[in-house]
């Protein structure tokens, strides 16, 4: 207690001292002194501790007010020298507002950059700025912020073009150049700097101030008392949940409090967690320790001062204060800047130096407060930016290893910084040649790196949990390299190159201690133990991939840079294989005539590495030199002459070997980890700087080398070379018998081997190999994709590479080579080739995988078939080689490979027995073609080409003298006609036909032009041929397709014959089945259709007959009262998609009443069905199964499953829906009726004599014990009613079980309580789903402007219908007592009755709900009812009672008319507007003054006939399925004539106004009762709405049409429990429009004993447990039922290529599709949610694990 009144005191003590506080006099006081440091201080130390931290709760306004008051206050006199509001105003106005807009992102946010614009991917615009802007008219990209950046509207740098927004746009005249501080009077300059450098040094002193108990010099306080804070860090090793229970157990505090703790303690980066003495704190602070250092290192706990504690409170509001002040003027910012970059008299560090040094120190919160700081302040300022930079890059190595060490995130670090200043081109380039920052850079990288092998190489096996973080987190200094070099130099100065090339050797360095690591050894006789670990390697290459291009790009910028960088690279790569010759042993390889020498190297049993980033850079330089032509323009200047290609050639050539050894096999043992790294270094993501360069590198060394010699070092390497060079290698394998699988391995690499032949003479698409631009080379990615198949714009995006900008060039190429097609209401929008660019298909394309491969070989074929041309794909013609890589084409034409092309012609001579494979002989036949194309090409281009390439003398030489083998087209000759291989026939074929082209041009370009005609004959002849060929081919199908189908159809006369009568049986039911379905006659003999009442049509027995199959059984069974049960798998839910009022207040379902349904439909419970039936028994069995093993599978596991099977839930047995009960199905009832029946009046009179009689039966049994005989007598049943007849129940045994099971189920669920079959409220609730889901269809059908028969799929009608029946039916299953008593009470609400009393007034009924009750509950007196009067009859007569009561309070809510034309209907509706207005002023008269003055007739009809509408409907369908009497064809059409044919069809007039007056003694003082009812008045009266008729449909909310406007409208939506803190997971309600904060502790609720998320408590009271979210930061639409379901679904938004972009990854614009927003409002009407997510959680068994309730 102590505690509090001290406390209580103090408030006291402080006002008596803060009354008499003057700012202006302590500013003029500080003017007067000298040591003005001292002044402050010494106020600080005596104000800050009275206003902070006086007790355990902080108290945030009261500080902020005496803060401004006594703290502020004086400064801001001090610095303006007058009235501070003043003052600042001034200097407001007199500021020129800065062109840059330097608005900080929040954490959220939209942010926009212009693809086409923008200097690189960092440059964004707000969202205001994005409107104003001339780029929203571009290729944009839009993402959400992950907060911290700031828009870069107005920095000229930042944009190509476009760099200011509408408001940021430079005024002309403004002379911006001049300093700001001009505008300042010396002494407001030297007042600024005084209080700036004194708060910002207070402000830096504080927050890097490590001592816990002491303050520094000159803010002691005046009086110091023992209290301390106990105070928790923020650390991001610990969960949540840690930290909650640390805390519970700690500081004693509740699970609530603790979750309130930690989420500040997450946001802010330090909490309070006690407050007290010393020893108090220390004894928590222990507590923490120990509970937390267990298996991590502790959570960081002090025990802090309360002064030091509100000194840095202070320091903080210090720090923002200064941030707003320098808002007001750039003059102010540019003194702040000053004063933070100054150093000290003996060049002692700046304060913005010492913040950043001790960054790593501080805490979250303190971090987030001075990083805005600089943003507002440097970052703003051109000149003070710049002086930053520099300041920056001096200490980035200091920086970047406090932060590897720190554990917070990078965007709480200031090293996060470097994206503001590295990404300004100038000063980028400023900060390599000053302050040399790229080599600052990779050696800090480098320097981090530490763990290597002998060789000096990276080494990151056996790496512990502590070097892996640490690698994470050293990957940002990469991110900051690329920011360097994103933007390339355009001019370079002597001081630039000589920088730049120290950072390239720097990165040469970096480069090569990558050459070669992680090798790998063969694993031969036992697999691999453990799997190495791979995946540093990878991701730090990954990482490098763009900066290895960059610096290429840059080097290609300047030929003097490029040729130093050239010959640096080399003598790197000459370093790395100064080991080379080592211990491998020189051999001599020789073949055909020729001789090399090489050295003896298995790949399959040496040290091999995947890693090769020197030669490859080596590779792209070379390809550059070629693309500059600085290689022919310098060439006395390059090393080319000291290269040694089988040097280059060796490591790439075994790199590519070793994935061809994989290929076939041979590494299985190796694990999985290699089969990885051979995936990525194919994969797109790396094959621009591994597999490609490595190709170069091929091409490269092959260019310089003998082709001979090449390719026999391949097939060294290969292992391949003793098979080839063999006398007798075309005899493969006819000695002896060889291993199996060793074949098999060979030939795969015999195939990989031709393919790399392939690929190292026809891979020309790279820039400075071949003659190509890179928009060629996108454009032959784009081909061989689509070749594929049709693509997605996202699906081609992800197979092409991208470039440091996150671009693939493909917007350039895409519409020459492809055509768009658009989606439709599902799917996504599709590019498929443009037919004239399959010409350009290649089928051994370098980057197709081989499945790839295979189905483009497949596609393209079929494709040719379709066009009924010949299906060979022969090579494309590739564009020409530069000089530099010219002689690659003699590979084709040299002795080696054509012996290897003739020795595999010659094996496929006879069939293969596995000594060759098909695909090796399509490779020849491939490389046969490319050689035939290169020559035609050098035949069309210059004369002397066409003598040196002669491919076709080549082929048609025979062998040498002593083994004569025939010649390559004499084996291709004899092979055309082989049997055997009649798949490569057409490209044999076109070989040999191509073979005869070429020889009559070279003979026409021989001999002179007269021979010219014959050559021209010759291929003519060749293509009549062929032609023939085809046609014959063709005829021989045709007339195979017309004998198969002739047998067929003699078959089907044959099958038919044989079983006639069956056939004969099928016709006669197909009629019939027609003939009911268009409902023809009815067997009445009345003409006109009716529904309801004596005249209403009446089924023949063969109508009612209805025979169904049990889906589990398959037998068949007539439906019968007295037969087996049968049954429809059925869902009953609560929904509110009707609701007009969400907000009505829980009820208490113990207490509940639901007998009477209010207009505005909160909620109601609608049960829907697959319409699959089954007999019970079959059901039971099955349910009871499903039960036995869900109790089975959670023994074993504890994940949900799709169903809740404690709740009844199971998936019907066919189709899989959700179910949770089942509904019986009921035959049509029989009925009678006699001609005479009395009229309302009589019926009204005999209703309420049967039910007085029934109050009196009543009254005699409650009181049997008491003398009370005088009350009965009077009151004598009516003629015919017997009250003690008890009603034989017609039903058999099972089908009164399910008539239980069924309405327990719809009152278990309908009321959310445990089920009860004697509850009387059990046939209310089904009466009332009956008439719910019957008025939720109606609603369907009119806003799908469906017809309302016919138009229904069958699953509905059979739900409808079973459900109707099944209505009138169920009041067997309860007392008859009860269901007279509800009857009683229903009908006194329209007839008044003394009896029952509490009875609602007429506008709180739902009529339809009114009108079912009443026929249902009605047989149940009927049944007593023995005097002849039909219950046809009752039900007409409570329909009409009903629609008058409907259409008197249809009038009395009906809303004024609108001031407009009196519309004059004819003649035709005359009578109808005088009987409305004649009813209207009777209602009028009765209520005195409840209602307005109408004068207009046509409008009160108007008003009647709208608002009546949907209830006729209503009533029509649920007659319909009650009576089974067809609906007239009218109401099979939308349209004119429904009005009619409702009324005809209902037996209504169709003026209903004449029941009233037709019956006026009786309705008349029943209207009169209905009006005098006090709630009536009290609701027209009343300021809540009421509710109107016809009721509007729901919708769900509007969206709008431009994505990015929502996550405005998200970004800005604060937590609304976390005071002020962004949700990081906002998502919208789609039903009612709700912002809720999802997914995080700070908005959990309890409901019904759990923790839920905001979404899931959300749905229950707006969507009685169904909801539809948007989830908005990740573009997804959430679907939730109840709590332990729901699943995610396609958002209704999507980009310009029609794809949805869930997560926002890619960025594209996104527009609003209503098909898809509609397709989403139809699950939610048709009640279809629940439905959705059980078959998405059947599809897809993750969803299933998700915590749904939590989100």
């Known amino acids: 207690m102590a505690a509090a009144e001290t406390d209580s005191e103090v408030p006291c003590a402080r006002c008596s001292d803060f009354l008499h506080f003057s700012a202006k006099d302590t500013a003029a006081k500080w003017l007067e002194v000298d040591n003005l440091l001292k002044e402050v201080y010494q106020h600080l130390a005596c104000f800050v501790p009275k206003i902070y931290c006086l007790g355990p709760n902080l108290n945030p306004q009261n500080e902020d007010l005496l803060a401004q008051l006594l703290l502020q206050g004086p400064l801001e006199w001090y610095l303006c020298g007058e009235e501070p509001t003043v003052g600042l105003a001034k200097l407001e106005q007199s500021n020129q507002p800065s062109q840059l807009c330097g608005h900080v992102f929040k954490v959220g946010e939209p942010t926009y950059s212009c693809r086409d614009c923008a200097a690189d991917p960092t440059c964004v615009l707000c969202m205001q700025c994005f409107l104003g802007s001339v780029h929203k008219e571009h290729r944009y990209r839009m993402t959400t912020s ?143 320790v120990r509970n937390t250092s267990r298996q991590t290192k502790p959570l960081r706990v002090q025990v802090m001062h309360s002064s030091v504690v509100a000194h840095q409170c202070f320091a903080l509001k210090a720090l923002n204060w200064l941030g707003q002040i320098i808002k007001s003027s750039d003059a102010l910012r540019r003194i702040l800047c000053l004063v933070g970059l100054q150093q000290g008299p003996n060049g002692e560090n700046s304060l913005v130096d010492t913040l950043m040094l001790c960054d790593s120190k501080m805490w979250k919160g303190a971090r987030n407060v001075y990083h805005q700081l600089f943003m507002s302040s440097l970052l703003m300022d051109p000149k003070y930016k710049k002086l930053f930079a520099i300041q920056f890059a001096k200490n980035y190595e200091r920086l970047q290893s406090d932060y590897v060490k720190d554990d917070h995130d990078r965007e709480f670090s200031i090293t996060d910084l470097s994206v503001q200043m590295f990404t300004v081109p100038s000063l980028a380039r400023m900060l390599i040649t000053e302050e040399n920052l790229m080599t600052t850079i990779i050696q800090t990288f480098v320097d981090h790196l530490r763990h290597r092998d ?126 080379f010759t080592d211990g491998e042993q020189p051999i001599t390889l020789s073949m055909c005539g020729h001789s090399v020498d090489t050295i003896r190297y298995c790949v399959s049993q040496e040290k091999v590495s995947i890693h090769l980033p020197v030669s490859r850079l080596l590779a792209g330089l070379h390809a550059l030199l070629s693309k500059t032509e600085v290689a022919y323009r310098f060439p006395e200047l390059l090393p080319l002459s000291e290269l040694s290609p089988p040097m280059l050639i060796e490591h790439p050539l075994r790199c590519l070997v070793l994935c061809a050894q994989v290929h076939a096999g041979m590494w299985r043992r190796n694990g999985f980890s290699l089969v990885n790294q051979i995936y990525y270094y194919h994969n797109v993501k790396c094959r621009v700087e591994m597999f490609d360069k490595d190709l170069v590198m091929l091409q490269a060394g092959a260019s310089m080398m003998d082709p001979n010699h090449f390719l026999m070092i391949v097939l060294s390497r290969f292992e391949l070379y003793h098979i080839f060079s063999s006398a007798d290698c075309r005899k493969r394998y006819g000695r002896e018998n060889i291993n199996k699988d060793v074949v098999q391995q060979n030939n795969t690499l015999i195939e990989e081997m031709l393919h790399l ?138 002795d080696v490979l054509l012996g290897i092309l003739g020795a595999v012609l010659q094996w496929a001579m006879e069939p293969s027995g596995g000594h060759w494979s098909e695909s090796m002989l399509q490779r020849v036949l491939h490389l046969l073609g490319m050689g035939l194309v290169e020559e035609q090409q050098h035949l069309t281009g210059s004369t002397e080409d066409g003598i040196s390439f002669n491919f076709t003398l080549k082929i048609s030489r025979p062998g040498e003298a002593p083994g004569n083998t025939p010649s390559i087209l004499a084996l291709l000759e004899t092979l055309q006609n082989a049997p055997h291989l009649e798949v490569h026939k057409d490209m044999i074929r076109w070989i040999l036909k191509t073979v005869a082209n070429i020889k009559t041009t070279r003979e026409c370009t021989a001999s002179a032009s007269p021979a010219d005609s014959s050559g021209h004959s010759q291929e003519e002849t060749v293509r009549d041929k062929d032609k023939a060929e085809r046609k014959r081919k063709a005829e021989m199908a045709r007339l195979r397709r017309e004998k198969i189908m002739a047998q067929m159809s003699e078959m089907q006369r044959h099958f038919i014959n044989e079983n006639k009568d069956l056939f004969q049986q099928s016709l006669e039911e197909l009629d019939a089945t027609t003939s009911t379905s268009l409902e023809h006659s009815p067997s009445t003999c009345d003409s006109t259709l009716v529904c309801v009442g004596p005249r209403r049509w009446r089924a023949s027995a063969s109508d009612r007959r209805q025979v169904v199959t049990c889906i589990l059984c398959q037998e068949e069974q007539e439906i019968r009262v007295d037969g087996k049960a049968m049954v429809l798998a059925a869902f009953v839910q609560r929904s509110t998609v009707m609701s007009k009022n969400r907000k009505r207040p829980t009820y208490n379902p113990d207490k509940y009443d639901p007998l009477f349904m209010h207009p505005d439909l909160s ?27 869900e109790q089975r599978r959670q023994q074993r596991l504890r994940v949900h499953t799709s169903y809740d099977v404690e709740n009844g839930e199971f998936l019907c047995p066919l189709c899989e829906c959700l179910s949770n009960t089942v509904i019986p199905l009921l035959p049509l009832t029989k009925t009678t009726c006699s001609t005479e029946q009395p009229d309302q009046r009589q019926w009204v009179n005999i209703t309420s004599q049967q039910i007085k009689a029934l109050h009196a039966a009543r009254k005699k049994t409650n009181a049997e014990g008491v003398d009370d005989a005088d009350s009965a007598e009077d009151c004598h049943p009516p003629d015919g009613f017997r009250l003690d007849h008890t009603p ?16 327990t189920a719809t009152y278990k669920v309908g009321l959310k309580v445990h089920p009860n079959e004697q509850d009387a409220r059990v046939p209310i609730m089904c009466w009332g789903s009956c008439a719910y889901t019957i008025q939720s269809i109606e609603r369907l059908l009119v806003d799908e402007e469906k017809p309302l028969f016919g138009s229904l799929p069958c699953r509905q009608n059979d739900c409808l219908s079973s459900l109707t029946r099944f209505g009138s039916a169920c009041w067997t299953a309860s007392s008859q007592a009860v269901v007279h008593g509800h009857f009683i009470r229903l009908l006194a609400a329209l007839v008044p009755d003394s009896q029952v009393e509490n009875t609602p007034c007429i506008l709180d009924i739902d009529m339809f709900h009114m009108l079912v009750s009443l026929v249902l509950s009605y047989p149940a007196l009927h049944c007593l009812d023995s005097s002849g009067m039909s219950e046809d009859a009752a039900q007409l007569h409570l329909l009409h009672l009903v629609t008058i009561a409907h259409i008197v309070q249809i009038l009395l809510t009906s809303i004024p008319e609108e001031v407009r034309m009196e519309q004059e209907s004819g003649g035709a509706e005359r009578e109808e507007e005088e009987s409305v207005c004649l009813l209207y002023n009777t209602l009028r008269r009765h209520l005195s003054s409840g209602l307005h003055e109408v004068t207009s007739g046509w409008h009160l009809w108007h ?38 044919a409702l009324c005809g069809y209902l037996c209504l007039p169709s003026n209903p106004l004449q029941l009233y007056y037709n019956n006026l003694e009786l309705l008349e003082p029943l209207l009169q009762g209905w009006c005098s009812h006090p709630g009536v008045l009290q609701a027209l009266q009343s300021s809540t709405a009421l509710i109107r008729f016809p009721r509007e449909s729901n919708h769900l909310i509007e969206l709008p049409e431009d994505y990015s406007a929502l996550i405005n409208q998200a970004s800005s939506f604060t937590c609304p429990k976390s005071g002020g803190d962004k949700s990081r997971a906002p998502t919208l309600c789609l039903v009612c429009g709700a912002m809720l904060c999802s997914q995080s502790y700070c908005c959990q609720t309890e409901l019904e004993g759990d923790d839920v998320g905001a979404c899931t408590a959300h749905t229950f009271t707006c969507g009685a447990g169904v909801g539809i979210f948007l989830r908005v930061r990740e573009s997804q639409v959430l679907f939730l039922a109840g709590k332990t379901k729901g699943c995610f679904y396609a958002p209704p938004y999507l980009d310009d290529y029609g794809e949805t972009d869930q997560g926002l990854r890619r960025g594209n614009p996104l527009h609003l599709c209503q098909e898809r927003y509609r397709k989403i409002q139809k699950l939610w009407r048709q009640h279809s949610i629940t439905e959705e997510i059980g078959h998405a959680q059947e599809a897809n068994q993750t969803l299933v694990g998700i915590d749904w309730q939590h989100l």
């Open 1163 to 1189: 909620f109601g419970t609608h049960t829907g069905s697959c319409g699959h039936i089954m007999h019970s028994h079959c059901w039971q069995r099955y349910f009871e199964a499903v039960q036995a093993k």
């Open 454 to 579: 002998i060789q000096g190489r990276f080494q990151f096996e056996r790496y512990t949990a502590q070097q892996a973080f640490k690698f994470r987190r050293v990957q940002s200094l990469i991110g900051d390299l690329k920011y360097v070099l994103i933007s390339r130099p355009t001019e370079w100065s002597d001081q630039l190159r000589e920088k730049f090339l120290e950072g390239f050797e720097a990165f040469l360095e970096l480069l090569k201690c990558m050459q070669g690591m992680d090798p790998v050894v063969r694993q031969v006789g036992q697999h691999i133990e453990m799997e190495p670990e791979w995946e540093a390697a990878f991701t730090l290459q990954m990482k490098l991939t763009h900066i290895i291009s960059m610096m290429q790009e840059w080097c290609a910028n300047d030929e003097k840079v490029l040729i130093e960088a050239y010959k640096k690279c080399l003598s790197a790569l000459t370093h790395c294989h100064s080991g």
């Open 1288 to 1303: 034989k129940n017609p039903y058999s045994g099972t089908i009164k079980e399910m008539l239980t099971t069924f309405g």
């Open 757 to 894: 032949v392939i690929m190292v003479v026809g891979e020309r698409y790279i820039a400075g190999v071949g003659q190509v631009e890179s928009y060629d080379e996108i454009k032959r990615e784009i081909i061989h994709q689509l070749c594929i198949r049709p693509m997605a714009h996202s699906e081609l995006v992800k197979a092409l590479p991208e470039n440091e900008n996150k671009e693939t060039g493909m917007e350039r190429v895409i519409d020459h080579v492809a055509l768009f097609k658009k989606p439709g209401v599902t799917g996504r929008g599709l590019y498929k080739l443009r037919p004239e660019c399959a010409k350009m298909f290649n089928l051994y394309f370098n980057h197709y995988s081989r499945a790839d491969q295979s189905k483009a070989e497949e596609a393209q074929r079929k494709i040719k078939r379709q066009n009924g041309e010949d299906s060979v794909l022969p090579p494309p013609v590739p564009p020409h080689f530069c000089p530099l890589f010219g002689s690659l084409v003699n590979i084709l034409q040299c």
């Open 146 to 288: 992950g907060g911290g950046g700031f828009c870069d509207c107005g920095d000229t740098e930042a944009w190509k073009k476009g760099p200011y927004c509408q408001k940021h746009e430079p005024n002309i005249s403004d002379s911006s150049q001049k300093d700001p501080l001009a505008n300042l009077s010396e002494q407001m300059i030297t007042r600024t700097r005084n209080v700036f450098s004194i708060i910002l040094k207070y402000a830096v002193h504080m927050l890097t101030w490590e001592k816990e108990d002491e303050l520094p010099e000159g803010l002691e306080p005046p009086a110091r008392g023992d209290t301390y804070y106990c105070m928790l860090f923020n650390d991001e090793v610990h969960t949540y949940e840690q930290v909650i229970y640390t805390l519970q157990k700690a500081v004693n505090c509740t699970q609530k409090e603790a979750v309130s703790f930690a989420t500040t303690v997450d946001r802010d980066g330090r909490k309070s967690v006690r407050f007290g003495d010393f020893q108090f704190c220390e004894q928590a602070k222990s507590v923490i």
């Open 1503 to 1540: 008003c009647v006939k709208t608002g009546i509408l949907p209830y006729l409907r209503a009533a029509a369908l649920f007659f319909h399925y009650l009576n089974g009497a067809p609906a007239p064809p009218e109401l099979h059409a939308v349209g004119v004539g429904e009005w009619e």
